[in-house]
């Protein structure tokens, strides 16, 4: 028998209250424009003697596998220098370079001692008006790509992403961010050539600098080296994502899955809607962060997933409130049931005071706390510049959430959460999952292409 034990339980431990937010500091900052359209913003943050850097081009509506091979390639190798050469001079100044693409934009990333900064300039123009995609490194890079393609296709999250981007966009260059094996393997260096010559432009691309920088001599040394990049070709316009249509929820077999991928697209405004505040403090509420509704009910409370998680995804087409969550198999109608019942719950019902005040805290901390970096502050401004927004934008943003109400939060809720504007994908084993999801709403069924 065992002695019963004399201790008494402990207290239940109280969190202390939330202290105040900082006041939001802004950076010094300089902007110019170039003849050429190149708009360059250097911002002063000595905190290390580094700078980093983020080109902005605008790339909407291109061939997306020539648009991605491009990207893995654009460093490659110029008319005077080999990849090699190119990557052993950026390591000279301890810089790197990188690039991706999406829908919106190519992205050139990277950065390297402030001292290096002319150097690292002069390398990123010669690649810009002297990319050479040699014939050897392009093979190499289009198997590579090939082949992550193939891992990615594999995987459940990203199958039902893409289900999900289909059922939002339909014919829209977002719908569709991943080529196909096939059509990357069919693009040839020529083409990448074309692309180029046709897209990577200095008009409408912005070029952020942060660091350990004086503004204006960054501006400067800017100018130097990207002054003579020129602009040809043309520019094709993004069209406007078309609003979402809500229809039947759409079930993507995939046989044998233990798991279930819920996604959920819900409408969603830009980051200078007057909505957009009170929107984020409702997502926040919602299931934005670990402290919200939705993740305590399905999460701590009921254990159907791990880490189920909502967010606002701004695109400069448009913006939608997205909703992921893998749920066990046999879990997938009661997971659904929840998600819909905590969207209509807070559609319905304001917040109370303390879990808004626990939202706004979080997002005025975590949006300080974005730009707490040299690297973070210079992906912020650079985001926020390719949508036409400058950091005082920030301090802007701050007075929007440090003043939006319960009774705004509820409205916004109500107008851009409520269940019925939902579009809708769960990937799963149909066999087993569309019965139970059709208990609840009406369903239609898709053959996974895995």
């Not at 999250?157 to 196909?180: D, F, I, K, V, W």
Request: zero cysteines.
């Amino acid at each position: 028998m065992t002695a019963l034990s004399s201790e008494r339980p402990a207290a239940p431990y109280t969190l202390p209250p939330l202290g105040p937010n900082k006041k939001l500091k802004l950076p010094k900052e300089a902007e110019r424009r170039l003849p050429n359209g190149l708009t360059v913003i250097a911002i002063r943050r000595p905190a290390v003697p580094l700078v980093e850097l983020r080109l902005w081009v605008p790339f909407g509506r291109a061939h997306l596998a020539r648009a991605v091979l491009l990207s893995q390639t654009l460093f490659s190798g110029t008319d005077t220098m080999s990849m090699v050469e190119i990557a052993a001079a950026l390591q000279s100044v301890g810089g790197g370079l990188s690039a991706g693409v999406d829908p919106d934009r190519l992205l050139v990333s990277g950065n390297g001692l402030v001292t290096g900064l002319d150097r690292i300039l002069e390398l990123l123009a010669g690649v810009l008006t002297g990319a050479a995609y040699p014939n050897d490194e392009v093979a190499t890079e289009r198997e590579r790509l090939a082949d992550r393609i193939q891992v990615a296709q594999s995987q459940p999250a990203h199958l039902a992403r893409e289900a999900l981007l289909r059922r939002m966009y339909g014919s829209h260059p977002y719908a569709t961010q991943t080529p196909e094996v096939e059509q990357v393997r069919a693009v040839r260096p020529a083409q990448l050539r074309a692309l180029h010559a046709e897209r990577v432009r200095p008009d409408e691309a912005i070029l952020v600098l942060v660091g350990d920088v004086q503004p204006g001599k960054a501006l400067d040394a800017a100018e130097r080296a990207l002054g003579g990049w020129e602009a040809g070709g043309r520019r094709l316009a993004l069209p406007a994502a078309p609003p979402l249509s809500p229809g039947p929820l759409l079930v993507v077999d995939r046989p044998d899955a233990v798991q279930s991928s819920l996604r959920i697209a819900l409408p969603a405004v830009g980051r200078t809607h007057p909505d957009h505040a009170a929107l984020q403090l409702a997502n926040l509420v919602f299931g934005g962060y670990f402290s919200s509704r939705w993740v305590e009910n399905i999460r701590e409370d009921k254990g159907y997933t791990y880490g189920p998680h909502s967010a606002v995804e701004h695109g400069v087409a448009g913006s939608a409130l997205t909703v992921a969550a893998e749920v066990a198999t046999e879990v997938t109608g009661p997971a659904l049931l929840e998600t819909v019942y905590e969207l209509g719950r807070l559609a319905s019902l304001p917040p109370k005071e303390d879990e808004l005040e626990q939202a706004r805290q979080y997002a005025l901390g975590t949006l300080q706390l974005g730009m707490s970096t040299q690297a973070g502050l210079a992906t912020v401004a650079s985001t926020y510049a390719g949508f036409g927004l400058r950091l005082d934008y920030l301090a802007e943003h701050s007075a929007r959430l440090a003043a939006a109400t319960r009774d705004d939060v509820a409205a916004a809720a109500a107008t851009y959460l409520a269940p019925s504007r939902a579009v809708a994908v769960v990937l799963g084993d149909a066999g087993r999952i569309e019965a139970p999801v059709a208990a609840l709403t009406p369903v239609e069924r898709q053959v996974s292409s895995a």
